[in-house]
Structures are given as C-alpha cells and as structure tokens.
C-alpha cells in the first residue's frame, strides 16, 4: 500500500528527547523550546516566535491578540480547515466567507474589498499547499481600512513570498507542526508575533494570563494574573522532538520539493491532453511541497479515480468541505458574494501520497496508475 502521510523523522528525535530527559526539565519554555523559538526567528526574520500546542491554539491567541470581540467580522476563505474560523468564533466573531481563486485555491484578493464593513476587524488569509496568498494586496488594504492581518500559515513553513517567509508577513503568524505537515512532533505549533507590540500580551496569553516570563526574567518581583489566556506552552518532550525536524528543515525541503517535481514533470502529459489540472506557484512565490493534488474533471470522476487508486493499492485523500457549507459555519458566517469557485473547485481536488523520502518508485506508480486511469 502506498501511504498518502508518514509522518518524518530525521534520526535525532531521540537523542534530543533523551538529552530533555536528562536536563530533568519537561514542562515548557526549557532549553529545546528556546532553541526552536530562535531558529525559527532566525531563519524566518521576525520579531517574536513562541512554540505552542498546535496550530489551532497559535490562530486563539492570534484571536486574542487581535482584541476580537462580540459583533466583529472576520473575513477568511471558506476552503480551509475548521480551527482557522473556529478561532475567531470563540471570541464571538462573525465570520465572512469570501470565494477562492481557481488557481491557488487561496482566498481571492480582488474580492477582499467589497466584504469589508465597518465591523471588520481582522482578514486571516490562508496559505493553502503553502503557496502565499497575494500577501502585497492583502497588506495594502489592512493599512487602508485599519485592519489585523493573521496569517494561517499551518502549510507554510518555510514558504517564500517575493523573499519573504509565509507567516512573518502579516501582524501575526500561525504555523502547525501536527504529524501531517512538513515539519512535526505530533502535535505542535508556532505563533508568530511580527511586530514587536504584541510581544509581551503574547507571552501572557500563552502563560494562562499570568506575567510568568516577565518575573523569570526579573522584570516584575510577583508572578501574577494581568490578562485572560490558557495553557498553551508545548512541553519539552514535543519540543526536543521538533528541534531535530528544524535543524534539518532545508533537507526535507528539498527532499519534498524533488518528489513534487517528479509528480508535476510526470502528470503533465495529462494536463496539456486536458484531463486533469496541475497546481500553480504564482511568479514570486516559492512554496515548500507541503501538498501535491490534481483538479480532475467533477466530483464524479474524482470519487472513480479514487476508487481506481484504491484498488491499485493508493491511497489519496481530499478535504475541506467548505465551512460556508457546514452546520457550524451557517450559525457562526455566512459567504460574502457568490460561490463561484469554493464548492465546484473543491470537489475536482485530489491529494497524492507525498512526505519526506517517499521513493521515487512509488511516485512512479501513483503516476502510471492515474495515467491508466485516463488512457
Ligand atoms: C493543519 C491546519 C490547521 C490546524 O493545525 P493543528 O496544528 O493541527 O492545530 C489549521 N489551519 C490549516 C490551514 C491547516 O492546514
């Protein structure tokens, strides 16, 4: 069977776990938290970054951070996972759902403007397959309107933007390290903070709303609560385990991007006949592999081709049934214009098997296999 996910591992999640074990030091912020925080500062040049539970806690601080509140609108694509709009639910916003480019299927930027009301407080764009959003637009009309860009950056870890990383170019930034994205320790999770405002509440919000960091570094003489928040520092054991993954992030990556390529270069016979569509990187993007899917001709043949796979023993996966559509997402949003591409677009979506060191044999196969298909 080819597997759609194996979760990576580069050799030295146990010998960092073992070493976290030794230092006797398990719950958060000890030395392998600190040492990711920085590599990833480092390397994707922000202000702040602060290791979380998931991806999904990061986008509740993110919400927290954005003062959102009771009446506030929210605008986001409906194509996305359910924690990017569940977030700002939790706080009492009102999502608006805005429609997608074909294309990318990232939230279409052209069709921002028109939802945004005085009560919009904040745009979270979505980088799906961790190709960017068109994130010069994006920022030009948060500074117009006065607006809060968070950036749900879950697939985008070490994604490019005319140079720039996915993540740290909006307000805030939120990264998931669950076992199913580039870079893993099961469950895990990034906050970015990218000016340095947010800093401090940041580090509150995730410390249970107390002004723990600030008494560590002598800063207040009593550690006490100043401000709502949770428990959202990840404990030494998951952060060990992600340090091994960020040190050798640029192997994986390119590892990654060799089995995307192969699947591009292999499927494009299929795509110049007509049958299927292939993704598209903008010029200016530079995206990390995190996902390879083909556009087949409907629903229909999508549920054929996956069946077809099946029995040839391979796995392939689609998602998102847009939250427009969902029981929740009709209580908390609703679409903001016409779904012209959300629905018919994801149904025609289909993931393939793709993670770190998946051979090229088995890519060969997932090509030939769809090939036949078709041919
Ligand atoms: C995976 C994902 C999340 C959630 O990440 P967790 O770390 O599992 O909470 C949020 N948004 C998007 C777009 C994702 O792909």
């Not at 994006?138 to 933007?161: F, P, R, T």
Request: proline content about 3%.
């Amino acid at each position: 069977m080819i597997l759609f996910n194996v979760p990576a591992i580069t050799g030295n999640e146990h010998v960092y776990i073992q070493q976290a074990i030794m230092e006797r030091k398990f719950s958060g912020d000890g030395h392998f938290t600190k040492i990711s925080n920085e590599w990833m500062e480092r390397n994707f040049d922000t202000a702040k970054v602060l290791l979380t539970t998931s991806c999904t806690h990061a986008l509740e601080m993110a919400a927290m951070l954005a003062g959102i509140k009771e009446g506030d609108e929210v605008i986001m694509p409906s194509y996305t996972f359910v924690s990017t709009a569940n977030a700002f639910v939790l706080r009492g916003a009102k999502i608006v759902f805005v429609d997608i480019r074909p294309d990318t299927m990232n939230i279409d930027e052209s069709l921002i403007e028109a939802a945004i009301t005085p009560k919009t407080k904040a745009i979270v764009p979505v980088h799906y397959a961790g190709v960017s959003c068109e994130m010069d637009k994006i920022m030009e009309l948060a500074n117009k309107y006065n607006l809060i860009v968070i950036e749900d950056a879950a697939q985008g870890v070490m994604s490019q933007y005319k140079g720039r990383h996915l993540g740290a170019i909006g307000h805030l930034g939120c990264y998931s390290f669950h076992e199913t994205k580039n870079y893993n320790c099961g469950e895990g999770g990034a906050l970015l903070a990218n000016h340095e405002n947010y800093i401090e509440r940041a580090e509150i919000i995730r410390e249970k709303g107390t002004n723990r960091s600030r008494f560590f570094r002598g800063q207040v003489d009593k550690y006490t609560w100043v401000d709502i928040g949770s428990s959202y520092l990840p404990s030494e054991i998951n952060a060990a385990f992600l340090y091994a993954q960020l040190e050798k992030a640029e192997e994986i990556n390119n590892n990654r991007l060799e089995s995307w390529n192969r699947y591009y270069l292999g499927l494009g016979e299929l795509e110049s006949k007509g049958y299927i569509e292939l993704p598209t990187v903008p010029e200016g993007c530079t995206h990390n592999a995190h996902m390879f899917y083909i556009k087949c001709g409907s629903l229909d043949e999508r549920t054929r081709l996956m069946k077809y796979l099946k029995d040839e023993n391979i796995q392939s996966v689609f998602h998102y049934v847009p939250l427009h559509s969902s029981e929740a997402g009709m209580k908390f949003g609703y679409f903001h214009g016409e779904d012209r591409y959300t629905t018919v677009e994801s149904e025609k979506l289909l993931r393939l098997p793709l993670y770190y060191n998946i051979s090229r044999n088995d890519i060969d196969r997932v090509i030939e296999s769809i090939k036949k298909f078709y041919i």
